[in-house]
T-cell receptor
Framework: KAGVTQTPRYLIKTRGQQVTLSCSPI?????VSWYQQTPGQGLQFLFE???????NKGNFPGRFSGRQFSNSRSEMNVSTLELGDSALYLC????????????FGSGTRLTVV | AQSVSQHNHHVILSEAASLELGCNYS??????LFWYVQYPGQHLQLLLK??????LVKGIKGFEAEFIKSKFSFNLRKPSVQWSDTAEYFC????????????FGTGTRLKVLA
């Protein structure tokens, strides 16, 4: 079956702009989580959605937001981009959430210049 | 604060050598434990997981991990590594107290020499 699909794969944005990343989970998975991966901080939890409800949010500023649609697809948005937001953003989906194990996507590489 | 430590950042082994990667976490409550692997150019994949019961869990590709509650550890082992095991390995903890997130370790890069 198809895996977790993230689009776009690469993005270059300018400081101050905003960006929207998209994630299509595996069919039937209702939990979608987002993680930020950087060389310095590793994998950091952003937020988790289940059936359109945000169940958990990580320690990121309010510029980072997300949502999940009725078909389980999810988007995350970063407003007023800063250089430090450059990272690989990973989406993961699962049937129940973290406890069941996740399937990760290949990520969106965001570069802020 | 909750954290996960992987003390070995880089490990180089020859084929057929035994592997043990350390993972320690700091959290006082009950946790679920995971190891994920990222092969070069690929996405993160679940290697094995522990919820409860037998503290020795077996995963894919001959990997196993042992949960030692008293040491807050969940070390990954493989008796004989192969060149194809070259990858980055991440330990992850999911606190069970109503959270839906992983706390990841910083990862261990394993290189296996043919």
């Amino acid at each position: 079956k198809a895996g977790v699909t993230q689009t776009p794969r690469y993005l270059i944005k300018t400081r101050g702009q905003q960006v929207t990343l998209s994630c299509s989970p595996i069919s039937g998975h209702r939990s979608v989580s987002w993680y930020q991966q950087t060389p310095g901080q590793g994998l950091q939890f952003l937020f988790e959605y289940f059936s359109e409800t945000q169940r958990n949010k990580g320690n990121f500023p309010g510029r980072f937001s997300g949502r999940q649609f009725s078909n389980s697809r999810s988007e995350m948005n970063v407003s007023t981009l800063e250089l430090g937001d450059s990272a690989l953003y990973l989406c993961a989906s699962g049937e129940t959430g973290a406890v069941g194990g996740y399937t990760f996507g290949s990520g969106t590489r965001l570069t802020v210049v | 604060a909750q954290s996960v430590s992987q003390h070995n950042h880089h490990v180089i082994l020859s084929e057929a050598a035994s592997l043990e990667l350390g993972c320690n976490y700091s959290y006082g409550g009950t946790v679920n434990l995971f190891w994920y692997v990222q092969y070069p150019g690929q996405h993160l994949q679940l290697l094995l997981k522990y919820f409860s019961g037998d503290p020795l869990v077996k995963g894919i590709k001959g990997f196993e991990a042992e949960f030692i509650k008293s040491k807050f550890s969940f070390n990954l082992r493989k008796p004989s590594v192969q060149w194809s095991d070259t990858a980055e390995y991440f330990c992850a903890v999911n606190p069970t107290s109503g959270t839906y997130k992983y706390i990841f370790g910083t990862g261990t890069r394993l290189k296996v020499l043919a």
